[in-house]
Protein backbone atom coordinates (compact mmCIF):
# COMPACT_ATOMS: atom_id res chain seq x y z
CA UNK A 1 0.00 0.00 0.00
CA UNK A 2 1.07 3.35 -0.76
CA UNK A 3 1.95 5.52 2.04
CA UNK A 4 -0.74 8.12 0.74
CA UNK A 5 -3.59 5.98 0.87
CA UNK A 6 -2.52 4.85 4.77
CA UNK A 7 -3.72 8.77 5.48
CA UNK A 8 -6.92 9.84 6.04
CA UNK A 9 -8.05 13.53 6.23
CA UNK A 10 -10.65 15.03 8.83
CA UNK A 11 -12.27 16.90 5.73
CA UNK A 12 -14.80 19.25 8.12
CA UNK A 13 -12.91 22.24 6.95
CA UNK A 14 -11.03 21.05 4.43
CA UNK A 15 -11.81 22.64 1.31
CA UNK A 16 -9.66 23.45 -1.55
CA UNK A 17 -10.17 25.87 -4.61
CA UNK A 18 -7.66 27.02 -7.85
CA UNK A 19 -4.99 29.27 -6.36
CA UNK A 20 -5.86 32.69 -7.54
CA UNK A 21 -9.20 31.94 -8.52
CA UNK A 22 -11.65 34.60 -6.64
CA UNK A 23 -14.68 33.42 -7.17
CA UNK A 24 -13.34 29.81 -5.59
CA UNK A 25 -12.08 31.43 -2.51
CA UNK A 26 -15.23 32.49 -1.79
CA UNK A 27 -17.52 29.91 -2.56
CA UNK A 28 -14.91 27.73 -0.31
CA UNK A 29 -15.97 29.78 2.60
CA UNK A 30 -19.18 29.67 1.68
CA UNK A 31 -19.14 25.85 1.60
CA UNK A 32 -18.33 26.13 5.39
CA UNK A 33 -21.85 28.10 6.43
CA UNK A 34 -22.84 24.34 7.92
CA UNK A 35 -19.63 24.12 9.96
CA UNK A 36 -20.21 27.69 11.27
CA UNK A 37 -24.29 26.93 11.75
CA UNK A 38 -23.72 23.84 13.37
CA UNK A 39 -20.76 24.54 16.03
CA UNK A 40 -21.46 28.54 16.13
CA UNK A 41 -25.37 28.81 15.86
CA UNK A 42 -26.50 25.69 17.31
CA UNK A 43 -23.71 25.04 20.52
CA UNK A 44 -24.00 28.56 21.58
CA UNK A 45 -27.68 28.59 21.23
CA UNK A 46 -28.01 26.28 23.40
CA UNK A 47 -26.11 27.05 25.91
CA UNK A 48 -27.26 30.76 26.45
CA UNK A 49 -31.17 29.99 25.33
CA UNK A 50 -31.70 26.69 26.14
CA UNK A 51 -34.78 26.92 24.07
CA UNK A 52 -36.81 23.06 23.40
CA UNK A 53 -37.42 24.15 19.80
CA UNK A 54 -33.87 25.31 18.93
CA UNK A 55 -32.79 22.02 20.66
CA UNK A 56 -35.23 19.80 18.89
CA UNK A 57 -34.34 21.75 15.26
CA UNK A 58 -30.35 20.84 16.09
CA UNK A 59 -31.48 16.93 16.35
CA UNK A 60 -33.46 17.52 12.90
CA UNK A 61 -30.17 17.89 11.50
CA UNK A 62 -28.12 15.64 13.61
CA UNK A 63 -30.73 13.10 12.19
CA UNK A 64 -30.66 14.24 8.42
CA UNK A 65 -26.72 14.29 8.61
CA UNK A 66 -27.53 10.07 9.37
CA UNK A 67 -29.71 9.54 6.91
CA UNK A 68 -27.24 11.23 4.73
CA UNK A 69 -24.28 9.02 5.55
CA UNK A 70 -26.74 5.51 5.41
CA UNK A 71 -27.91 6.71 2.17
CA UNK A 72 -24.70 7.39 0.64
CA UNK A 73 -23.26 4.39 1.80
CA UNK A 74 -25.81 2.24 0.36
CA UNK A 75 -26.04 3.85 -2.90
CA UNK A 76 -22.37 4.28 -3.19
CA UNK A 77 -22.02 6.68 -6.04
CA UNK A 78 -18.70 7.82 -6.62
CA UNK A 79 -18.27 11.54 -6.62
CA UNK A 80 -17.07 13.64 -9.80
CA UNK A 81 -13.25 13.03 -11.33
CA UNK A 82 -12.72 16.77 -10.16
CA UNK A 83 -12.88 15.26 -6.34
CA UNK A 84 -9.46 13.36 -7.32
CA UNK A 85 -7.60 16.67 -7.97
CA UNK A 86 -9.01 17.76 -4.69
CA UNK A 87 -7.94 14.62 -2.92
CA UNK A 88 -11.11 14.26 -1.28
CA UNK A 89 -13.14 11.76 -2.54
CA UNK A 90 -12.92 9.23 0.25
CA UNK A 91 -16.06 9.21 0.50
CA UNK A 92 -19.19 9.02 -1.73
CA UNK A 93 -21.18 11.68 -3.38
CA UNK A 94 -24.75 11.05 -3.89
CA UNK A 95 -26.96 12.70 -1.57
CA UNK A 96 -25.11 15.67 -0.98
CA UNK A 97 -24.77 16.43 2.79
CA UNK A 98 -24.05 20.18 2.25
CA UNK A 99 -26.77 20.35 0.51
CA UNK A 100 -28.86 18.60 2.73
CA UNK A 101 -27.93 20.16 5.38
CA UNK A 102 -29.08 23.90 3.91
CA UNK A 103 -32.04 22.79 2.42
CA UNK A 104 -33.28 21.00 5.55
CA UNK A 105 -31.80 24.52 7.66
CA UNK A 106 -33.73 26.58 5.24
CA UNK A 107 -36.90 25.23 5.24
CA UNK A 108 -37.07 24.36 9.04
CA UNK A 109 -36.75 27.98 9.31
CA UNK A 110 -38.93 28.90 7.34
CA UNK A 111 -41.69 26.85 8.36
CA UNK A 112 -40.83 28.46 11.99
CA UNK A 113 -41.37 31.85 10.71
CA UNK A 114 -44.42 31.04 8.93
CA UNK A 115 -45.67 30.07 12.36
CA UNK A 116 -43.73 32.77 14.17
CA UNK A 117 -41.55 30.78 16.54
CA UNK A 118 -38.79 31.72 18.16
CA UNK A 119 -38.64 34.82 16.59
CA UNK A 120 -37.26 38.36 18.08
CA UNK A 121 -38.19 40.27 14.53
CA UNK A 122 -41.03 41.80 12.96
CA UNK A 123 -42.57 39.97 9.63
CA UNK A 124 -40.77 41.75 7.53
CA UNK A 125 -37.52 41.12 9.56
CA UNK A 126 -38.26 37.41 8.88
CA UNK A 127 -38.93 37.36 5.64
CA UNK A 128 -35.04 39.46 5.04
CA UNK A 129 -33.96 36.41 7.47
CA UNK A 130 -35.34 33.77 5.09
CA UNK A 131 -33.94 34.98 2.26
CA UNK A 132 -30.40 35.13 3.23
CA UNK A 133 -30.92 31.60 4.45
CA UNK A 134 -32.45 30.27 0.97
CA UNK A 135 -29.79 32.66 -0.44
CA UNK A 136 -26.99 31.09 1.16
CA UNK A 137 -28.34 27.57 0.85
CA UNK A 138 -28.57 27.89 -2.96
CA UNK A 139 -24.86 29.63 -3.19
CA UNK A 140 -23.95 26.40 -0.87
CA UNK A 141 -25.08 23.99 -3.44
CA UNK A 142 -23.48 25.72 -6.43
CA UNK A 143 -20.71 25.82 -4.62
CA UNK A 144 -19.89 22.12 -4.30
CA UNK A 145 -20.41 22.14 -8.20
CA UNK A 146 -18.15 24.43 -9.08
CA UNK A 147 -15.33 23.23 -6.41
CA UNK A 148 -15.73 20.51 -7.89
CA UNK A 149 -16.90 18.38 -4.96
CA UNK A 150 -20.14 16.92 -6.43
CA UNK A 151 -22.61 17.13 -9.61
CA UNK A 152 -24.95 18.66 -10.33
CA UNK A 153 -27.33 15.54 -9.72
CA UNK A 154 -25.84 15.28 -6.31
CA UNK A 155 -26.84 18.36 -4.73
CA UNK A 156 -30.17 18.15 -6.18
CA UNK A 157 -30.73 15.30 -4.54
CA UNK A 158 -29.42 16.74 -1.34
CA UNK A 159 -31.34 19.26 -2.13
CA UNK A 160 -34.66 17.60 -2.30
CA UNK A 161 -33.96 15.31 0.54
CA UNK A 162 -33.06 17.78 2.97
CA UNK A 163 -36.34 20.03 2.04
CA UNK A 164 -38.21 16.69 2.79
CA UNK A 165 -37.09 15.81 5.49
CA UNK A 166 -36.87 18.97 7.43
CA UNK A 167 -40.53 19.61 6.76
CA UNK A 168 -41.12 16.12 7.59
CA UNK A 169 -39.21 16.63 10.90
CA UNK A 170 -40.59 20.46 11.80
CA UNK A 171 -44.11 18.37 11.57
CA UNK A 172 -42.43 15.47 14.11
CA UNK A 173 -41.84 18.56 16.76
CA UNK A 174 -44.62 20.60 16.53
CA UNK A 175 -47.76 18.29 15.94
CA UNK A 176 -46.16 15.22 17.54
CA UNK A 177 -43.41 16.35 19.90
CA UNK A 178 -45.15 19.74 20.97
CA UNK A 179 -48.01 18.64 23.81
CA UNK A 180 -44.75 17.02 25.94
CA UNK A 181 -42.80 20.14 26.33
CA UNK A 182 -44.01 21.27 29.68
CA UNK A 183 -43.16 17.26 30.32
CA UNK A 184 -39.28 17.77 29.41
CA UNK A 185 -39.20 21.63 30.99
CA UNK A 186 -40.76 19.72 34.48
CA UNK A 187 -38.73 16.50 34.24
CA UNK A 188 -35.63 16.12 36.67
CA UNK A 189 -33.10 16.49 33.37
CA UNK A 190 -34.87 19.44 32.38
CA UNK A 191 -34.52 21.52 35.01
CA UNK A 192 -31.35 20.00 35.80
CA UNK A 193 -30.30 21.97 32.22
CA UNK A 194 -33.10 24.89 32.61
CA UNK A 195 -34.08 23.88 29.56
CA UNK A 196 -37.72 26.20 28.24
CA UNK A 197 -39.98 26.41 25.67
CA UNK A 198 -40.86 30.35 24.82
CA UNK A 199 -42.84 29.31 21.18
CA UNK A 200 -46.38 30.01 23.35
CA UNK A 201 -45.32 33.32 23.83
CA UNK A 202 -46.14 35.87 20.81
CA UNK A 203 -43.48 38.48 21.45
CA UNK A 204 -40.29 36.61 22.99
CA UNK A 205 -37.80 39.95 23.08
CA UNK A 206 -40.62 42.17 24.82
CA UNK A 207 -41.65 39.59 27.15
CA UNK A 208 -37.80 38.78 28.10
CA UNK A 209 -37.16 42.84 27.93
CA UNK A 210 -39.99 43.67 30.38
CA UNK A 211 -38.78 40.49 32.68
CA UNK A 212 -35.68 41.68 33.14
CA UNK A 213 -36.55 45.32 33.92
CA UNK A 214 -38.92 44.37 36.65
CA UNK A 215 -36.18 41.86 38.34
CA UNK A 216 -33.90 44.59 38.01
CA UNK A 217 -36.50 46.66 39.57
CA UNK A 218 -37.00 44.20 42.37
CA UNK A 219 -33.65 44.12 43.52
CA UNK A 220 -33.47 47.51 43.89
CA UNK A 221 -36.45 47.46 45.71
CA UNK A 222 -35.03 44.97 48.34
CA UNK A 223 -31.81 47.27 48.26
CA UNK A 224 -33.72 50.00 49.75
Given amino acids: MELSQQFKAVTLTHVRYRRGDQLGHFLAWISLVPVFISLGGFVSHFLFRRELQGIFFGIGLVISQFINEFIKTSVEQARPETCTLLEACDSHGWPSSHSQFMFFFATYFSMMACKGIGFWFG ?24 LGYHTVAQVFAGAALGAIVGASWFWVVNSVLYPYFPVIEESALGRMLCVKDTSHIPDVLKFEYDNARAARKNMGTKSD
Avoid: D, E, F, I
Avoid at 125 to 146: E, F, G
Fill in 123 to 146: LRSRWVLNLLHWSLAVVTMYSRVY
